[in-house]
């Protein structure tokens, strides 16, 4: 005859083991909580980033203000020549001044000491000291949606050397046209060093945005945003390059997203075209960089014509900086009429439209 105490045990050690059904539910019920939190995590995280990423551009607009303030003047958008006093024509190849703005506010954003190795008489592209300079990468500079930290585009045919451009990810806004605006340019030259031909500014190309190309490394006078400065957009975001190696047509680097480079989509844009558009940038450097499948879509433009669109990896939309220092988001989806608005010193959108503030 069993003993009873036994048969209880055997019935206990029976009771308390996992039955490979009852295993499998258990995996089947972690596997669904884990899918369920992690679009949570991920999406805690992209907030965290574009959280980041509006801080950065906060950071950007109060250096620009600081700027102004030192100056009375905004900075220049982008310079690509400034002649020497008393004179025309530019002779010296290497009198060309070749930068955008995101150079000229480096000491109001703790990176001064960058600043200070750039020899502004001598072209970006042609001078050592600056070449080393143009490398850098500014992590105020880098959006952490993107994968630009890190990055750098290589130019491996400069006849002065190997250039690299630190990537970057934000823009100044030139309005809603293109790069040379509404109007064209004013005072635009050819000139010649006996071999080379480039093209002289002696005075400025207007534009209806905050920022210009000119010839001088002040621009405008917040006197003259007429809509005031808490309605006009001073920056916005671009999404750097993912072709790293520049060696020009047919095939060649992507230039956009660069944060000293003087070209439409380097470190400047428009609002021709809304947020994240499937519409392609036309660009000057847009020789063999088409791709739509990572919205980065572009076509080669003329210069006077070429103009790119804010975009960023954030979900649905770009964050801004307008002139008066504040951030907001601008989803994809805005009326592109307003998009334009938004970028121009004389044309309140809120009023033609009869919205309210």
């Not at 551009?57 to 020549?81: C, D, R, S, W, Y």
């Not at 070449?131 to 993107?146: E, F, K, M, T």
């Not at 006078?221 to 001073?234: A, F, P, W, Y």
């Not at 680097?253 to 003087?262: F, S, Y």
Request: hydrophobic content about 35%; proline content about 6%; glycine content about 10%.
């Amino acid at each position: 005859m069993m003993d009873r105490s036994n048969h209880k045990s055997e019935i206990r050690n029976q009771k308390s083991a996992f039955t490979l059904v009852e295993l499998l539910v258990v995996i089947t019920i972690i596997g669904i909580l884990i899918a369920l939190l992690l679009p949570a995590v991920q999406a805690a995280r992209e907030a965290a980033r574009r959280l980041q990423c509006q801080n950065n551009l906060k950071q950007i607009g109060l250096a620009t203000l600081n700027f102004e303030q030192q100056n009375q003047a905004l900075p220049a958008g982008v310079m690509h020549a400034e002649a020497p006093a008393g004179t025309t024509f530019i002779s010296d190849d290497h009198k060309l001044r070749e930068f955008s703005m995101f150079l000229l506010i480096q000491p109001f954003i703790e990176a001064g000491n960058i600043m200070e190795r750039y020899d502004f008489d001598k072209r970006m592209y042609y001078e050592p000291t600056n070449l080393l300079v143009s490398q850098a990468q500014i992590p105020g500079y880098v959006c952490p949606s993107d994968d630009s930290a890190g990055r750098r585009c290589y130019n491996p045919g400069n006849v002065y050397g190997p250039t690299y451009w630190g990537r970057s990810n934000y823009g100044a806004c030139f309005g809603s046209a293109n790069f040379y605006g509404p109007n064209g340019p004013s005072n635009l030259s050819l000139y010649s060093n006996g071999t080379n031909y480039a093209k002289c500014w002696t005075g400025l190309v207007e534009t209806d945005g905050p920022f210009r190309n000119q010839g001088k490394m002040t621009g405008r006078e917040l006197n003259e945003i007429k809509d005031g400065t808490s309605h006009t957009v001073m920056a916005s975001e671009l999404i750097a390059g993912i072709t790293d190696i520049y060696t020009g047509p047919p095939n060649q680097g992507d230039l956009r997203g660069l944060w000293i480079v003087n070209w439409m989509g380097g470190a400047i844009y428009t609002h021709w075209l809304t947020p994240n558009s499937s519409a392609p940038d036309g660009i000057e450097s847009g020789y063999g960089v088409n791709r739509p499948d990572v919205g980065l879509p572009c076509y080669t433009e003329s210069e006077r014509n070429s103009h790119a669109a804010a975009r960023s990896r954030h979900p649905r939309g770009v964050n801004v900086v307008f002139v008066d220092g504040h951030v907001d988001f601008y989803g994809d989806d805005i009326d592109s009429f307003v998009w334009r608005a938004l970028s121009t010193i004389r044309t309140q959108p809120w009023e033609t439209l009869g919205m309210q503030q």
